[in-house]
């Protein structure tokens, strides 16, 4: 798991007060001093977020509006949508049992800039905090059925060759392709996420990118 940082700060937003607990508490153990805010609504994570982005939001999909209101999931996509907009660096998971709904924002979830990952409410903590690590590490995570096939950009695409015919490191990578470093790394974790490739103990990932790239003929 990513090493504690006493700066890190991190935003819950459920409106179910038992789950609510049960994420903040186990949250707490993993990363014991890390400032922990809550919301319960829209417009209580709104208000949050206007003291300032955290360095990971988690929330829930279908919440209220506002206190009295009943918990919809088109408003925790209206609030995503807009965090995707307002807070491209902003490294999200959502925890819900409705994730199948995100399809609607397929399109701003393939543009953001910083980590972005999944986790089925109904699955246990431990996966929800592997989808925190990875968030917070700056890595994407979708689910299958957000995929349709190996869908891969030109410039994905030319990362991979670079990396795994020229032999080039990150920053070679991005000098060549006339971007930034950080870029480059976004791009290893868009492709990375279309081959299903994710961290795992005692593997190299770049490698298993290569041998899972070349599975699906994306490389010779």
């Given amino acids: 798991m990513t090493s504690p940082?006493?700066?890190l700060k991190l935003l819950v937003v459920d409106d179910h007060e038992a789950v609510l607990g049960g994420t903040v508490m186990t949250?707490?153990?993993?990363y014991p001093t890390a400032a922990?805010?809550?919301a319960t609504t829209?417009?209580?994570a709104q208000t949050e977020l206007s003291y300032g982005a955290p360095d990971l939001l988690m929330m829930d999909l279908s919440i209220p509006t506002a206190p009295g209101a009943t918990s919809e999931i088109e408003a925790g996509i209206e609030l995503l949508r807009s965090l995707l907009e307002r807070y491209p660096e902003l490294n999200i998971v959502v925890q819900s049992a409705h994730v199948r709904s995100l399809v609607r924002l397929k399109p701003a979830i393939d543009s953001h800039q910083a980590g972005f990952t999944i986790?089925?409410?109904n699955l246990p903590m431990q996966e929800m905090l592997t989808k925190v690590d990875w968030a917070l590490k700056g890595l994407i995570y979708t689910p299958r059925d957000m995929r349709a096939g190996i869908e891969v950009k030109p410039e994905w695409l030319e990362v991979?060759?670079?990396?795994f015919?020229?032999?080039l490191q990150d920053k070679a990578?991005?000098?060549e392709m006339n971007v930034a470093e950080r870029t480059v790394r976004h791009y290893w974790t868009k492709v990375q996420d279309a081959l299903e490739v994710y961290p795992e103990a005692g593997k190299n990932i770049r490698i298993q990118t290569e041998i899972q790239a070349r599975e699906e003929g994306l490389i010779d």
Avoid: C, H, M, Y
């Fill in 5 to 7: 940082s006493p700066t």
């Fill in 27 to 30: 949250l707490e153990k993993t």
């Fill in 36 to 38: 922990i805010r809550t």
């Fill in 42 to 44: 829209v417009e209580s």
């Fill in 119 to 121: 986790a089925d409410k």
């Fill in 160 to 163: 991979l060759r670079l990396a």
């Fill in 165 to 167: 015919k020229e032999g």
């Fill in 173 to 175: 990578i991005a000098e």
